[in-house]
């Protein structure tokens, strides 16, 4: 597999706007956690392109841009006192919440991010390359793959030491709840229902609404305020 030369990309830009809010919001601001978890991501996705890891870098490239795109409007929308999509306003209504603790607001960012966004952002990247799900499927696994293992890190980062965690502690019932692979399998399924609807607007907008209501319940769930 050729290497590609590195060379500024629309991933570079995103990179730079996740920078930007990284330096500008407080270190404990339920929006920055999740923001260095997914910047840290959105970097490995950069590095793996630079370095030929993604067989259609285009299909890369345009997959991880509608993806970031998407966050980075919630975000916009916020600052712009506008509502963002359902899924990401659990984790805006709670990021200051003292009672929240970090992993939770790391996975509820995660749970938004693929469960909503990434679904969508297969059909932006079908439609901005005139191809089917199954052509960009490849990319989606492999982006797939760095946040299963990036899961794993910030659980091992963020979580409690065993001696606070328990088997009786609520958040470990919360984190046993929700398992990142099953959130992109449903993923991949709502991304190819969605395409297969578009013929059917209606139908395929309600799909999308319903969706993002779904998601938003379980990122709410995730940020259930726990005792000390």
């Given at each position: 597999?050729?290497?590609?030369e ?13 920078r930007a ?28 392109i ?32 506008r509502?963002p999509?359902?899924c990401?306003?659990?984790?805006f ?15 509820a ?15 932006d ?25 990036l ?12 001696d606070l ?10 984190l046993?709840?929700?398992s990142?692979e099953?959130?992109r ?8 229902a969605?395409w297969a609807?578009?013929g059917l ?13 779904a998601?938003?319940f379980?990122?709410?769930?995730l ?6």
């Open positions: 597999m050729a290497q590609l590195h060379f500024t990309t629309p991933v570079d830009t995103v990179v730079d706007r996740m809010l990284d330096e500008a919001l407080p270190e404990r601001d339920g929006i920055a956690v999740f923001n260095r978890v997914y910047l840290a991501v959105t970097e490995a996705v950069d590095r793996g630079d370095s030929g890891r993604f067989v259609d870098a285009r299909a890369a490239i345009t997959l991880d841009v509608r993806f970031a795109e998407r966050y980075l409007r919630a975000v916009e929308a916020v600052a712009r006192d509502r999509p359902a990401w306003r659990p984790l209504q709670f990021r200051r919440h003292p009672g929240v603790r970090p992993l939770q607001f790391a996975l960012g995660i749970n938004a991010h693929i469960g909503h966004d990434l679904a969508l952002a297969v059909v990247t079908c439609r901005t390359l005139d191809c089917e799900p199954v052509d960009v499927e490849d990319e989606f696994d492999r982006v797939g793959d760095l946040l299963v293992s899961e794993e890190r910030i659980r091992e980062d963020l979580m409690p030491g065993p965690l328990q088997i009786a502690d609520p958040l470990t019932h919360l046993g709840a929700w990142l099953r959130a399998d449903a993923t991949w399924t709502a991304a190819r969605l609807l578009r607007p209606d139908v395929a907008a309600e799909f999308t609404e319903r969706l993002d209501t998601v938003g379980a990122g709410r769930m940020l259930t305020p726990l005792p000390d």
